[in-house]
């Protein structure tokens, strides 16, 4: 039994990307989008990684001082 499904944003930034490259569809650049998503997605994702460890950073700081 699945208790969280992830939900598929490959649709959802369509916008985002034809306002960023300036193309007029996404169905003939279908390549080039499937990269922008997976840029976006790694984008997201070092960004989460990299606040995470600076919490951890923080938590073992001041899990020293104790």
Same mark, same amino acid.
């Given at each position: 039994?699945i ?8 649709? $959802? ?14 169905? $003939?650049?279908?390549?080039? #989008?499937?990269q #922008? ?17 600076? @919490?951890?950073? @923080?938590?073992?700081?001041n899990?020293?001082?104790?």
């Amino acid at each position: 039994m699945i208790f969280i499904a992830p939900k598929s944003r490959f649709n $959802d930034l369509q916008e985002d990307f034809l306002k960023d490259t300036g193309l007029s569809n996404v169905q $003939d650049n279908l390549e080039l #989008y499937t990269q #922008y998503v997976i840029a976006r997605f790694t984008d997201i994702n070092n960004r989460l990684l990299t606040d995470t460890l600076n @919490e951890m950073r @923080e938590l073992q700081k001041n899990v020293k001082k104790l």
